[in-house]
């Protein structure tokens, strides 16, 4: 029978246990853990999800393209939606109209969809959703019914509104659906001018603009800019450790699948949150790389990866409820 020395073994296993503790993987460990705590398990209705989708990529749209038919119809149906989720209305109404003089005696309006969820904690501080709706319509009788571009981040969004009226979130959410997006980011410039007194309380933009991809996408990708002046570095750890434990590969920055010079893109200035990165307002903006299907007649239901499309949706929307929970109420 062996005879064991109990008090060394304590000292012994006391000094291994604190060896492990603060070993850097362990500290990895560690962290992706508490980050993963501070969101809730997000389950989301994939049916809702992609019925969204398959609705807004119809051809009963059209192609939404701006001051058209399919782009009032595109309108009525989020506002729709917007009601029987009960979203409020931004600032009263639903509908934010803007005109746009393309030439001489040819005006256009379009129209901007916005809803609001009310902070708890410090409701004159705003986090901006943002994707467009608009598309590029139709041509030679052919529709362009841009699924991935941008019925995605706009299904996305609007089931995002719907989930968020369950949260308690600490900061007021402005769920704007960009109209003329595709026309020179025409409704995101709208906004910000037509909100200019609210310009300093936005605290961030978070932007979906193509998170659908196509049968071969496998990554979400974003970007983003001046986070850190709303987390601290501890946050941005966090953020990071969370988003290493997603359920899909996320990775920051762009790429275009054609590599000429020509097709090379500022991606600060691809989208909407390109007006907001202008006034300094911090951004991230999530979507994909650019596929054979964009803005084409093949950017269609049928030719998304609807699994990816879920999943991240999902992610996405883990990051803005943590965002929310521990971005400081100051710039």
């Not at 959703?129 to 841009?146: E, M, Y």
């Amino acid at each position: 029978m062996i005879k064991y020395d109990y008090k060394r073994l304590k000292i012994l296993g006391i000094f291994v246990f604190s060896l492990v503790l603060f070993t850097p993987q362990y500290a990895i460990c560690s962290q992706s853990l508490e980050s993963a705590s501070l969101v809730p398990n997000v389950m989301l209705d994939d049916e809702v999800l992609i019925q969204h989708l398959k609705k807004l990529s119809s051809d009963d749209f059209l192609g939404r393209q701006f001051a058209t038919k399919g782009s009032l119809k595109a309108q009525i149906y989020l506002v729709e939606k917007l009601k029987e989720s009960h979203v409020l209305p931004f600032q009263g109404h639903y509908y934010h109209d803007f005109d746009y003089n393309k030439s001489l005696g040819k005006n256009k309006s379009g129209s901007n969809i916005i809803g609001f969820i009310k902070g708890s904690e410090f409701p004159e501080s705003y986090i901006v959703l943002s994707a467009h709706f608009d598309h590029l319509g139709q041509k030679k009788h052919q529709v362009f019914n841009g699924a991935d571009d941008n019925a995605s981040g706009t299904a996305a969004l609007l089931h995002f509104a719907q989930k968020l009226t369950h949260y308690s979130l600490r900061h007021s959410l402005i769920v704007l659906f960009t109209d003329g997006e595709e026309v020179n980011l025409l409704g995101a410039k709208a906004f910000v001018k037509e909100q200019e007194q609210l310009l300093d309380s936005i605290k961030l933009n978070i932007n979906l603009d193509m998170i659908g991809g196509s049968k071969q996408t496998k990554k979400l990708r974003f970007i983003s800019d001046n986070i850190e002046s709303i987390l601290t570095e501890e946050k941005r750890s966090m953020l990071k450790a969370l988003q290493a434990n997603l359920s899909l590969k996320q990775k920051k920055g762009f790429k275009r699948n054609n590599k000429s010079t020509a097709m090379r893109t500022n991606w600060k200035e691809a989208s909407d949150h390109s007006v907001f990165y202008h006034l300094d307002i911090p951004f991230i903006y999530f979507g994909v790389d650019t596929h054979r299907n964009y803005h084409t007649i093949n950017d269609t239901f049928e030719n998304i990866n609807n699994a990816f499309f879920v999943n991240a949706s999902e992610a996405i929307f883990k990051q803005i409820i943590y965002l929310d929970q521990n971005m400081s109420s100051n710039k």
